[in-house]
Nanobody, 115 residues
Framework: QVQLAESGGGLVQAGGSLRLSCAASGRTFSNYNMGWSRQAPGKEREFVAS???????SYADSVKGRFAISRDKSKNTMYLQMNSLKPEDTAVYFC?????????WGQGTQVTVSS
């Protein structure tokens, strides 16, 4: 059974940092693209960042320069380093994976940034 499990969320003050992790199990994801999305209360889920199986990365304009996505294929784990956090970054963060699009999703981890 394929599973993605996020961790690392929490409460942080504006300007602070958090690192999210996404641990994959049930199969190897080394040849899958992976990514992060987020959903704030009352808003639609939005793309945050992605990392292709080749290592190429993409970011939403709102997080470019502040967030960094990475992966450790040997651990089947993806990370999202979030720096200079802003209150508008408050959301539930979801990780996802798939061979082309995102077929698999985690349950999400809450990130709350206080002003």
């Amino acid at each position: 059974q394929v599973q993605l499990a996020e961790s690392g969320g929490g409460l942080v003050q504006a300007g602070g940092s958090l690192r999210l992790s996404c641990a994959a199990s049930g199969r190897t994801f080394s040849n899958y693209n992976m990514g992060w999305s987020r959903q704030a209360p009352g808003k639609e889920r939005e793309f945050v960042a992605s990392i292709r199986w080749t290592g190429g990365t993409s970011y939403a304009d709102s997080v470019k320069g502040r967030f960094a996505i990475s992966r450790d294929k040997s651990k089947n784990t993806m990370y999202l380093q979030m720096n200079s956090l802003k209150p508008e970054d408050t959301a539930v963060y979801f990780c996802a994976a798939g061979p082309v699009g995102f077929n698999y999703w985690g349950q999400g981890t809450q990130v709350t940034v206080s002003s």
